[in-house]
RNA sequence: GCCCGCGUAGCUCAGGGGAUAGAGCGACUGCCUCCGGAGCAGUAGGUCGGGGGUUCGAAUCCUCCCGCGGGCACCA
């Protein structure tokens, strides 16, 4: 399969040839099909530093650069656009290559070698998950799969808070709950601290054992934050406690430690950091004048302590609201000798939630939210995630969950999961029909020649790329929408082209390539944590 | 006030220096002797929020303004 890295180098060497400036060319996919596979604007780049037309330097790339192997012909066209059609056979080709590397296809080596922590969610266990968390389970999870697909070694993380003032709040709810009374000051009172007030009242626990009632329910709020992640297919790899990080190992060391960097100094009774000198808008306190530590020095340790677990890279997915927080991150990462570039956030907005066109609340201290169990519940774990995850991170998702209820079969991810039914139902029908595949080195791949079957080989071809983009721009959602363009030009191959029919060695062929299809459909699907269904 | 994100078709959103700006939904018109019609083909629908600027070329980059959302703790 021939690449966009070769061509560039053969481009580049027809400069040489042609004693013109050296450069990298770009390589670009044509946003029309008539402007071929591949194309390049060098010609236009070098029309100033070189004095000449751009489709006269474009005649002498072109002169120099003869037909590349698997070009069937090269053009110059527009402004100075050259235009690159790949050969037929080059395109067969693509079609052996996805079904002789499988699950690998579009999955690459280029960052093995390197390891990446990717914290997300992290919701303090005072609660249910609602359906913003879900956003941020799904984006998570699928920048570690994407990451994961191009070598990172990666570690999915959940970090929590089990000790603190929200964990007394939990404590003292529950408490109240179970003697009756009503919930104290700021603090829960969703349906569920009612019912764990009855599951421990029933296990016998004793109300008055205040510590005893706040450590089993946090554990039973993270059980059912982490039944409700698995039931959209998320899992985390290491969770971590903030308690741990206050030994004397964690918060006290680290301070002291910045101390020592010249970044930590006593003002006012109170223990500082001085970002504002790493980037930050003003200092932050680290230890309060009443001797507790805040939840920023509880960050720096616990970003101490995954720069001690050797990551290269520490990835923090946040939402929007905590954006106010990156600076004092990176600054955390450089008052404890890391690398700023280590720490990157990958923030996303958030989920606006409507019912019937009107705004949702979604305070968990109120209680008056939709759950992320009642939203997988009403339209299923695989159209959750693909709902979220369809979208650009930056934007804010109008959620309307009377909309999407409605949606069901109009929702996109229908239109994805579709096509992979149609393939196993062609499979099926294959089989049924005694078809000899053989093997698909045997296969009758140039057969392959219309216009939609050559369409969808070149949506497949471009897979390798698209995983590319996906990891290096952190945008998982350029997975979907790859995803459904497959599954639109599948759509239109299914309706010209007859899978099994009469010509048998044409039968072979297009089997071939709805399998290498479903291959790659079920490889992008699979990125997004999104099932590839046989029937639906 | 300052910081971040967004503003593209009636709605929800892609595209984020290149060649006629795209998809789904909604509207309208067609397509089931044939592997799944949750599909396909077609029609209608756009001052890419607005003004300046950079560039051979701007929806895309810079700048100012307008609008929407979020953030600016010795809270967690």
């Not at 070598?151 to 993380?157: A, H, L, M």
Request: net charge negative; charged share 25%; aromatic share 8%.
């Amino acid at each position: 399969m021939i690449t966009a890295d070769q061509l560039a180098a053969a481009v580049r060497a027809a400069l040489a040839d042609a004693r013109l400036p050296d450069r990298e060319p770009e390589l670009e996919r044509p946003a029309n099909r008539e402007h071929g596979d591949w194309a390049t604007n060098v010609a236009m780049q070098l029309a100033k530093p070189v004095g000449a037309a751009p489709r006269e330097i474009a005649q002498r790339i072109v002169e120099a650069l003869g037909t590349p192997p698997g070009v069937e012909r090269v053009e110059i066209a527009g402004p100075g656009f050259v235009n690159f059609h790949l050969s037929q056979g080059a395109l067969a080709d693509v079609v052996h290559t996805v079904i002789a590397q499988g699950e690998q296809y579009g999955h690459s080596s280029a960052w093995a070698g390197w390891s990446a922590n990717v914290e997300f969610v992290s919701a303090n266990p005072t609660g249910p998950l609602h359906v913003g968390h879900g956003r941020q389970a799904a984006l998570g999870d699928a920048l570690a799969a994407v990451l994961a697909a191009v070598g990172w070694s990666v570690t999915r993380e959940y970090y929590f808070n089990d000790a603190g003032n929200q964990m007394r709040l939990l404590g003292a709810s529950v408490r109240a709950a179970m003697r009756g009374e009503a919930p104290p000051a700021e603090g829960y009172q969703g349906a569920y601290i009612g019912e764990l007030a009855a599951e421990l009242t029933r296990e016998g626990f004793d109300a008055e054992d205040v510590e005893g009632v706040t450590e089993v329910a946090y554990q039973r709020v993270l059980a059912r934050i982490t039944a409700t992640l698995a039931r959209l297919g998320v899992g985390h790899d290491v969770f971590v406690g903030e308690r741990r990080l206050h030994g004397p190992e964690g918060v006290p060391a680290v301070v002291e430690g910045m101390r020592t960097a010249g970044y930590a100094y006593d003002a006012d009774g109170a223990t500082w950091v001085a970002t504002s000198e790493l980037g930050d808008e003003k200092d932050r306190v680290a230890i309060k004048s009443d001797g507790q530590p805040t939840y920023y020095a509880a960050d720096c340790a616990y970003l101490a302590d995954k720069l001690a677990r050797g990551f290269d890279h520490l990835v923090y997915v946040l939402g929007s609201d905590h954006h106010g927080y990156i600076p004092r991150l990176k600054a955390a990462a450089v008052a404890q000798g890391g690398k700023p570039r280590r720490v990157e956030v990958v923030m996303h907005q958030f989920v606006k939630l409507l019912r019937g066109g009107q705004p949702a609340q979604m305070s968990t201290r109120a209680g008056q939210f939709v759950t992320l169990d009642e939203l997988i519940d009403e339209v299923g774990a695989d159209a959750a995630r693909y709902t979220f995850l369809r979208y650009s991170p930056d934007v804010a998702i109008d959620f309307d969950l009377d909309a999407v209820v409605r949606q069901d079969k109009d929702n996109p991810v229908y239109y994805v999961q579709y096509s992979s039914a149609r393939i196993a139902g062609i499979t099926r029908t294959a089989t049924e029909r005694g078809v000899e595949v053989g093997k698909v080195g045997e296969a009758a791949l140039e057969r392959l020649a219309s216009e939609h079957e050559l369409k969808l080989i070149r949506r497949l071809g471009a897979y390798p790329e698209r995983v590319a983009e996906a990891a290096a721009e952190r945008a998982p959602h350029k997975i979907a929408r790859y995803a459904e363009d497959v599954a639109e030009a599948f759509h239109k191959f299914y309706t010209e082209c007859r899978v099994v029919s009469d010509d048998a060695e044409l039968t072979v062929a297009r089997y071939w390539l709805c399998r290498a299809t479903w291959q790659v459909l079920a490889g992008a699907l699979g990125l997004l944590g999104v099932t590839a269904p046989e029937r639906m």
